[in-house]
């Protein structure tokens, strides 16, 4: 029903910035929060951003200051924007979506997209 499709990731070295895109399509409604996740090899997938509808903004503290998550409502993307970038921000970078429908969530992924940074 609903698909993202990622772009933008690739290897860079330590102090590098990356720009990650995910473009939703096939949805009847408006996504209400999208975001970005990430998962390096043996460890939990952790939230790295999200955003709202409304443009309100969450990061925790690992990525805080030097990632920037933005949409356009218009266009259905999202883009998470990585500056000084850090051997551990080597992992697998997801998108997500939830679209709030008749008081259930509906949560869509992803398929991931590679950033690995070099020292």
């Known amino acids: 029903q609903v698909q993202l499709v990622e772009s933008g990731g690739g290897l860079v070295q330590a102090g590098g910035s990356l720009r990650l895109s995910c473009a939703a399509s096939?949805?009847?409604?408006?996504?209400?929060?999208m975001g970005w996740y990430r998962q390096a090899p043996g460890k939990q997938r952790e939230l790295v951003a999200t955003?709202?509808?409304?443009?309100?903004?969450n990061y925790p503290d690992s990525v805080k200051g030097r990632f920037t998550i933005s949409r356009d409502n218009a266009k259905n993307v999202v883009y998470l924007q990585m500056n000084s970038l850090k051997p551990e921000d080597t992992a697998v970078y997801y998108c997500?979506?939830?679209?709030?429908?008749?008081?259930?969530?509906?949560?869509?992924w992803g398929q991931g997209t590679q950033v690995t940074v070099s020292s």
């Open positions: 997500n979506a939830h679209i709030y429908v008749l008081s259930k969530d509906y949560v869509y």
């Open positions: 955003i709202s509808s409304g443009g309100s903004t």
């Open positions: 096939g949805s009847a409604f408006g996504i209400n929060v």
